[in-house]
């Protein structure tokens, strides 16, 4: 993790397809990082679990889930 430079914002942008940012409030990607890569993505939404860390968002699965599938039931 410490040796990936992260993608370019140009790189971000050339994502075409639908994207669903998840991010816990508590989450070790600062909300702001998680903002600035929705912004970048032409077909993006943002999700953003409240009280909730990093590894959290897999102890929630009933709110990922009311997130996940109405978002790929999008793109059927």
Do not use: K, Y
Not at 9 to 29: K, N, Q, S, Y
Not at 41 to 63: E, K, N, S
Request: net charge negative.
């Amino acid at each position: 993790m410490h040796a990936f430079n992260g993608w370019s914002d140009d790189e971000i942008r050339a994502i075409t397809v639908p994207t669903l940012v998840l991010v816990g409030d508590t989450d070790f990607v600062p909300l702001g990082h998680a903002l600035e890569m929705f912004n970048l993505l032409p077909d993006a939404q943002l999700a953003v679990l409240p009280g909730t860390t990093h590894m959290g968002v897999m102890r929630r699965p009933d709110r990922v889930l009311s997130l996940i599938c109405p978002f790929l039931a999008e793109g059927a």
